[in-house]
């Protein structure tokens, strides 16, 4: 990392912000807990980046150790960017800063939220079913997918199709959003066209109750 200003500091949160805490690393990290992207791809979740800024910032998250670059096998044949295990374990961190900003009163809710950044807030909002029920879900964002798993009170979301789904959820981001909040209505969405469903429609109003509005 030449070049970068450090804080020369021996806490070891000072030595944190070293790796992590310039512009933009965090929000790498970010876009990258639920599996690997292409470059390109986290170009287009990281709206204001710049292509060089972003080319750097994943140049310093490699030195660190945070982040490594691989080429995918056939059929796809490309380079994708991916957290190391090391890296991995800044998910809690973040949701724990996800939560914790929730009871700022500068919070804002009114600006765009990223696919990526929507299934992370699930995460925080998450409520495991009374009922101990298991399920299999896909929630398609247009051609970006997640494969959405409940099971023994645990809630695990990556990047990609499920197999075996018992639903599939296909709309938009702001839809999911409003189905998610208390006032929510699946077939309202329905009869819009905003969301469209393969599954028990059944299971999806037990999968919205599943993720209330933080106190």
Same mark, same amino acid.
């Given at each position: ?40 791809? #986290? ?47 800044? $998910? !809690? ?18 600006? !765009?939220?990223? !696919? ?20 299999? #879900? ?24 499920? $197999? ?15 189905? #998610?909040? !208390? ?33």
């Amino acid at each position: 990392m030449v070049g970068r200003r450090k804080y020369e500091d021996g806490c070891a949160i000072a030595q944190a912000l070293d790796v992590i805490g310039e512009r933009w690393a965090l929000l790498v990290v970010r876009e990258l807990v639920l599996g690997p992207k292409r470059f390109t791809d #986290l170009l287009t979740g990281l709206h204001g980046a710049s292509s060089d800024v972003l080319t750097q910032r994943l140049r310093d998250l490699s030195e660190a150790g945070v982040v490594r670059r691989r080429r995918l096998g056939p059929p796809a044949a490309t380079w994708v960017y991916e957290l190391t295990d090391w890296g991995a374990e800044l $998910e !809690p961190i973040i949701l724990e800063l996800a939560q914790w900003v929730h009871k700022s009163p500068l919070m804002r809710y009114d600006l !765009p939220l990223g !696919p990526d950044s929507l299934m992370l807030s699930l995460k925080t909002r998450f409520h495991p079913p009374a009922d101990g029920e298991s399920a299999t #879900l896909g929630l398609y964002f247009g051609d970006v997918h997640f494969r959405v798993r409940i099971e023994d009170g645990r809630l695990d979301i990556s990047r990609g199709d499920p $197999e075996n789904s018992d639903l599939i959820l296909d709309t938009d981001q702001t839809t999911l959003l409003s189905l #998610l909040n !208390p006032d929510g209505s699946v077939d309202d969405a329905l009869s819009s066209g905003q969301l469209r469903l393969t599954g028990d429609k059944a299971l999806a109003d037990w999968f919205r109750g599943l993720f209330p509005i933080p106190g």
